[in-house]
């Protein structure tokens, strides 16, 4: 399955006047439709709608139909009726004259003092009447499905991109794990030697094996080699790396795995930067630091891009 992006447009139109320059304007034409979709980034799903009053009824529909394909992501629906592409009023019929005058009866009935409509008023309230709500709300589930599936199409296609940006950062952390692997043992090495030598030199500044029979050459010996082990075990960042393997394996069957996993690639994220903190923490070699400064780069670009993954 694609990895899916939270980042994504989409835009569908229907119906609408013929905008044609030959062709004859339709006397009362059917006004259009118009949506937009827009998506962004978020914890969970989070849905918002623009919608005009005629298409309110349609609200429902499209929160059904967007939580059916959607799992993630701050969503914006805008839906718009388009106006008629000329200038002109439309001229309202006489019914809705007739319409329009009863009403203002009816209130002026019991509002005495409130204001006549005016032509401006009246045109503005017959040219929303145009178009029957039903057939409006019928056609914005159309462009719905049309508008979503595009979204989800742009939605793929950024998540692609971020699953191959993904997977060369994956590359990159693999090869510093691989140039970290040969210094483990060579560091190991030579913190115990250094620690042994320390505390022979220790030993022999302080005139210990000559001060009795306290504290014999082997003794020392012994006690030194044990102190120099467990302190080797410390700076070992063996574990650290077979841990940090792990994990990239891990992030990778994701991203291969596809679906809804923004979520536990964010987490994974996060264990690759304990790891690539605690290599850091054990350091005791310059090349070492450097590997780790560089995994913690790495690290961090794709926790940015993993933050945009439904």
């Known amino acids: ?55 309110r009824g349609s609200e429902p529909a499209l929160r059904e139909l967007l939580t059916s394909r959607l799992k993630r992501g701050k969503v914006e629906v805008r839906a718009w009726i388009e106006g008629r592409s000329d200038a002109s009023p439309r001229s309202p019929s006489a019914v809705e004259l007739q319409k329009l005058v009863g009403l203002q009866d009816n209130v002026r009935a019991w509002l005495p003092t409130a204001a006549p409509l005016s032509v401006s008023e009246v045109l503005q309230l017959t040219s929303r009447q145009q178009g029957n709500p039903g057939e409006l709300n019928d056609g914005l589930q159309l462009l719905a499905d049309t508008a979503v599936h595009n979204l989800m199409e742009a939605r793929a296609r950024e998540g692609e991109r971020l699953a191959a940006m993904l997977l060369d950062r994956l590359g990159q952390l693999r090869q510093l794990a691989r140039d970290a692997q040969p210094l483990i043992p060579l560091l190991v090495a030579q913190q115990r030697q250094r620690f042994i030598d320390r505390w022979n030199e220790a030993l022999a500044a302080g005139g210990a094996s000559a001060t009795g029979n306290s504290v014999t050459s082997d003794m020392a010996s012994d006690r030194a080699l044990t102190e120099a082990t467990a302190f080797a075990i410390r700076i070992d960042v063996a574990e650290e790396l077979t841990r940090l393997d792990s994990h990239l394996t891990e992030i990778e069957r994701l991203i291969h ?54």
Not at 14 to 21: F, K, V
Not at 28 to 45: A, C, T
Not at 257 to 282: P, W, Y
């Open 1 to 55: 399955m694609a990895v899916y992006s939270m980042t994504g447009y989409a835009t569908a139109h229907l119906g609408g006047p013929t905008t044609a320059a030959n062709a004859e304007p339709a006397r009362d034409p059917k006004p259009g439709l118009g949506l937009e979709i827009r998506s962004v980034n978020s914890r969970f799903l989070d849905l918002t709608f623009k919608l005009p009053d005629d298409l």
């Open 257 to 310: 795995k596809g679906a809804e996993v923004g979520k536990r690639l964010d987490f994974m994220i996060q264990e690759l930067h304990r790891e690539a903190n605690t290599l850091g923490s054990k350091s005791s070699n310059l090349e070492l630091t450097r590997i780790s400064v560089d995994m913690k780069v790495l690290i961090e670009q794709m926790r940015e891009q993993v933050q945009n993954i439904e």
